[in-house]
């Protein structure tokens, strides 16, 4: 599932004009490879909660009254990041789409959101655990902190796995294939895939919200 989009049999959609970039940076990078087995095998085998498993920004539902979140169809018990980086990804994708059409406050906003998604998760995340651990081991002053930086590593690589599956794979997102410009499209996609490819290399240094809308920069510039 996660490893499909490094898999070129046929099964993957390229826009044309980027098969040498894909080929490059995807098919024939054997690190990023490895990289994704291991992502692989912890969305298999770490069942640290039980998670949405296809949460994004058309699933969720928000207000002033509150929160509704729908499509649980894929929840199964699995790794925390995963959902988390999906909404990252999501709101690249939406930000790909407002960059081709010059909307640089709704950029800003999307830039913005993923910030805020993952600084508030750290902030809500450490008084949760303050108050419903009981476990004495984890409690050992310095554990919480290293359970969050393993939750925030998931995050920025399942970010990047998104982006990659959604970009190449065959589950493309409308928010680039309907990028009617064809060059700008290119380019969404080639800062989709330097992005994702940050965010599972490095996937260990992103450690707050300006980290993560920092590697956007970052491949926005790059793709260039």
Known sequence: YLAQPMNPRNKNIVTPGNEDFVREHLYEDEALHAEVAALRNGFMNNAQAL?????????????????????????????????????VANMIFAWDNGRAAGA????????????????????KFLVC????????MAKTPGFKEFY???????????????????????????????IADEAKRAHAEKVNI???KDYIMNRT???NGADFIAAVTRADEAAK
Not at 104 to 123: K, M, P, R
Not at 129 to 136: K, Q, R
């Open 194 to 196: 330097l992005c994702a």
């Open 104 to 123: 640089d406050a709704f950029c800003d906003w999307c830039l913005g959101a993923i910030a805020e998604t993952i600084d508030l998760f750290c902030e």
């Open 148 to 178: 969050l930086e393993s939750v925030l590593s998931d995050t920025a690589a399942y970010a990047g796995t998104e982006l990659i599956r959604r970009t190449v794979g065959m589950a493309n997102v409308k928010d680039v294939t309907t």
């Open 205 to 207: 240094a992103f450690k």
């Open 129 to 136: 655990f303050d108050a419903c651990v009981t476990d004495l």
């Open 51 to 87: 998670i949405h498993g296809d949460l994004h920004s058309g699933s969720i539902f928000a207000n002033e009254q509150g929160i509704k979140v729908i499509d649980p169809e894929f929840a199964f018990y699995g790794p925390m990041g995963y959902d988390i980086g999906n909404v």
